[in-house]
């Protein structure tokens, strides 16, 4: 009896204070507009009913622990609120907003996101004017923003300057942001700027660790304003869904997603999610960029999945692509590591046509690099569309220079043995005007995959003989191809079960003086006649057919036929035959 008498006061105690704190949580308090708020504001744990409007009339408030508002008709205007509070949520309506689209909202929407984790807009149309900092909208904490179908005009009375950023998601040793979900809204960007304006103007720059953003849309209607849309400079997840963004700046910089990479996340990789969205995208810079910055001091690992979005260039502007990796650093003894892996599904690449414009261009794909770290790049296309409908332009003067576009552009520049690519395009389509793959001077190394495609191009071209580092390894499988320029890649080459078919009847074999390539081709067949043929460099055998002079579309040389192929050296402006081939074939063709 005496050890049970304790726990019941014990019990009781316990109870009692839970009553007190229920009594105290449901205590409310009704705000008195024509008295000074700050005084009434004495009590921490209390709700505080504000039912009429209450004019600060520019002051500064402190708001007590642990209360909560509940705005009942009225609202809190003209002042500054600080501190948090513990409502579920705050609306901007509640703080001042009008709504209409014309009023400034811009304090209102400040004031919800400074004071609570989620700001629930009312499906109006808000103006953003205003700003007293370099950001419009800072995130130093966990937030969410409930759009509920709202609009967020931009008008051209917002200041813009140098590098400025409407949501700004900040992480550093003062700050901690780890979640942050944006939903629901729109954004309206009507700010022109002249086309000099070297700036940058992003919607969303991302330093904080998760971000979820579905279901926003953002349109540009404002010229040279060099819009970004979503820039990541530090994030270790950010998940992209169901966003539609139009972003046709015609400036010189700008895009739709910009992964400027300044420090590795602690926890390892950075990874990048898009689905189902919908960008057009015109301007000169590209419209997803995977990047590290020169600031960059330490490895950089990237991982992204782009799925079932669509991607489209009107080409008003000369462009250099829908997705770029790119690392300029140099890491000097330091050599850093540069890793990224990309998976591409189900999306469709449309590149428009523009007469106006005839030198416009629009990449699928490009790969640069122009420092000197151990880079490690991999993409792969699963069951995607591309269709460039792009211009295509040709010079074909004394030095038949090439001239053209391409979708696929491989790494270049100062290329290492440490370095590898690959570039794998399976289960899709593809239609160009202009070729299909390209390699820039100075060095490729390169794994080329092509299995179950059909292309539709004027030439395949890779081209990568007058390097001494490295080689592009192509397989090609279960493809139909049609091509303009019967033209092989510049490496080594296996091709199996695949119908070329041309308005030639025999295929440009490109080889090289310096590397010793091979080539072979099984079960493959062009317009029809049956190919197979294993052809490699050897040093003494060689077996000619005849010598002729052959007019290529784009190069007029000397070339040997040889069972149907035509062999020539790989660096097309150069017109001597190798004359260390072996062959072995069973295709007599001629040209028509």
């Known amino acids: 009896m005496r050890r049970i008498l304790p726990i019941i006061f014990v019990l009781a105690v316990i109870a009692g204070l839970f009553f007190v704190s229920k009594i105290d949580a449901k205590e409310k308090i009704l705000i008195d507009p024509h008295l000074d708020l700050q005084d009434q504001l004495s009590r921490s744990g209390v709700t505080y009913v504000i039912d009429s409007d209450v004019d600060l009339a520019g002051k500064e408030i402190n708001l007590p622990l642990n209360c909560m508002l509940d705005f009942e008709g009225g609202s809190i205007r003209n002042g500054i609120i ?77 200041y813009v300057d140098y590098n400025s950023s409407i949501w700004l998601f900040h992480n550093d040793e003062s700050k901690d942001v780890k979640n942050d979900y944006f939903h629901d809204f729109n954004i309206d960007v009507r700010v022109t700027k002249t086309p000099d304006f070297k700036g940058n103007f992003y919607m969303f720059n991302l330093f904080s660790e998760n971000i979820r953003i579905s279901n926003v849309n953002v349109k540009n209607d404002g010229k040279y304003n060099n819009l970004n849309a979503f820039t990541i400079c530090y994030a270790k997840d950010v998940e992209i869904r169901n966003c ?12 739709i997603l910009w992964v400027m990479m300044k420090d ?70 330091a050599m850093y590591n540069y890793r990224i892996d990309g998976r591409v599904e189900n999306c469709k ?46 010079v074909n003067g004394d030095n038949n220079k090439w001239s053209c576009n391409y979708l696929f552009g491989l790494p270049s520049y100062k290329v290492g043995k440490d370095n590898s690519y690959s570039i794998k395009i399976i289960r899709s389509k593809i239609k160009t005007n202009n ?26 071209r890779l081209s990568n003989a007058n390097s001494d580092l490295n080689v592009a390894n192509v397989k090609v499988h279960k493809c139909m191809i049609k091509t303009e320029f019967p033209y092989s890649f510049g490496g080594n080459e296996i091709w199996s079960d695949s119908e070329i078919t041309s308005s030639y009847d025999f295929f440009l074999v490109p080889f090289s003086k310096k590397l010793n390539l091979k080539k072979q081709f099984n079960k493959c067949s062009v317009n029809g006649n049956s190919l197979r043929v294993d052809v490699k460099n050897g040093e003494k055998e060689m077996h000619v057919k005849k010598y002729c002079t052959w007019s290529h579309p784009i190069y007029n040389q ?20 190798s004359k260390d081939l072996i062959i072995k074939g069973s295709l007599n063709v001629s040209k028509k």
Request: charged share 25%; aromatic share 8%.
């Open 435 to 460: 070729s299909v793959f390209n390699a820039y001077t100075g060095g490729t190394a390169a794994d080329i995959v092509m299995d179950g495609c059909e292309v539709e191009c004027k030439a395949l």
């Open 349 to 394: 690449f449309l590149s428009k046509r523009n007469a106006d414009k005839s030198d416009t261009d629009r990449r699928v794909l490009a790969i640069q690099r122009s420092g000197n770290t151990r880079a490690s790049w991999n993409v792969e296309f699963d069951n995607c569309e591309f269709y460039d409908a792009s211009s295509y332009s040709h």
């Open 82 to 158: 600080k501190g948090s509070v513990n409502n579920d949520y705050l609306c901007p309506e509640w703080f001042g907003a009008k709504g209409d689209g014309v009023s400034d909202d811009t304090e209102p929407i400040r004031q919800c996101i400074s004071m609570s984790k989620k700001v629930k807009l009312q499906g109006k149309t808000y103006c953003i004017k205003s700003r007293n900092v370099h950001d419009v909208f800072l995130v130093d904490h966990d937030l969410e923003i409930d759009g509920s179908g709202a609009t967020l005009v931009l008008p051209d009375e917002l």
């Open 244 to 255: 539609n963004v139009e972003n046709e700046s015609l400036s010189s910089i700008g895009g």
């Open 558 to 577: 000397k070339t040997e036929t040889i069972d149907g192929i035509l062999a020539t050296d790989a660096f097309p402006r150069n017109a001597n035959i």
């Open 264 to 333: 590795r996340p602690a926890g390892g990789r950075t990874h990048i999610s898009l689905k189902d969205c919908q960008f057009i995208h015109d301007a000169k810079d590209e419209t997803v960029c995977f990047s590290s910055s020169q600031v960059n001091k330490t490895d950089c690992d990237i991982k992204f999945e782009v799925s079932d979005c669509v991607f489209t260039s009107p080409n008003n502007v000369k462009g250099s692509g829908f997705i770029i990796l790119y690392d300029n650093r140099d890491g000097g003894d």
